[in-house]
């Protein structure tokens, strides 16, 4: 059975006037199911434009991205979206949810865009999180911790094979990032890969493993 994640020599070049930013060079990263793997490193390393890379978000300028062996990278838009709605849930520290759609519409957008009827699922979802008294309310209404919850739905909203979280916990308290930790290991028991980038010693000492980047490349 091919890996959840596996992305092998991974290249991304950036160019800002005259000087070229090497973002990522020859990054390998493998993930399996019910793994749970914690990258860091210094602010400018990489490991948000890796994780971009990972989800399909960017295209790398070298190497390729496969999820449960199908290839992501090198394929058009559309195609990598299709992919992305059905596989990979996404979480980014600035959030995921759309500020005019209560909670509840933002996972059920999550789940149609996937092309999966929701409203009960996404009740469900909601429940589990301990957000079954906020679905009416928007994102704008949220506590941190909420919204980080919240956040995290609209990412499991499909049950995705693999999990991308980029700083999920740098703005919550010590109780709200244990929280969101918790719900992270959960899905990967329940056979997601889940690959989180982050700066918190606590998220990186939970992590089965960590994976180092410095100036774009993995320390042995």
């Excluded at 980014?92 to 209560?102: C, E, I, K, M, R």
């Excluded at 930790?181 to 939970?206: C, K, Y």
Aim: hydrophobic share 45%.
């Amino acid at each position: 059975m091919a890996p959840a994640l596996d992305a092998s020599g991974l290249y991304r070049f950036f160019h800002v006037g005259d000087e070229e930013i090497l973002a990522l060079q020859g990054v390998s990263l493998t993930v399996g199911r019910g793994e749970l793997v914690a990258v860091i490193g210094p602010s400018g390393s990489g490991k948000s434009t890796l994780l971009a890379c990972l989800a399909g978000l960017d295209e790398p300028d070298g190497g390729r991205v496969l999820v449960e062996g199908e290839r992501l990278s090198r394929r058009t838009e559309p195609e990598r979206a299709a992919l992305r709605a059905g596989r990979i849930g996404v979480l980014f520290q600035s959030g995921n949810l759309f500020d005019h759609l209560t909670v509840a519409q933002n996972v059920v957008l999550a789940q149609r865009a996937a092309g999966r009827p929701a409203p009960t699922r996404a009740a469900a979802l909601l429940d589990a999180l301990g957000l079954a008294r906020r679905a009416d309310a928007r994102p704008g209404e949220l506590s941190g911790g909420e919204a980080a919850r919240a956040g995290l739905a609209v990412a499991l909203a499909n049950d995705p094979a693999v999990v991308l979280a980029d700083e999920p916990t740098g703005e919550l308290d010590t109780a709200s990032e244990a929280r969101v930790l918790d719900l992270l290991w959960d899905r990967a028991a329940a056979g997601g890969a889940v690959v989180v980038a982050t700066h918190s010693p606590a998220v990186a000492a939970a992590a089965a493993r960590t994976v180092r980047l410095e100036d774009g490349r993995v320390l042995p």
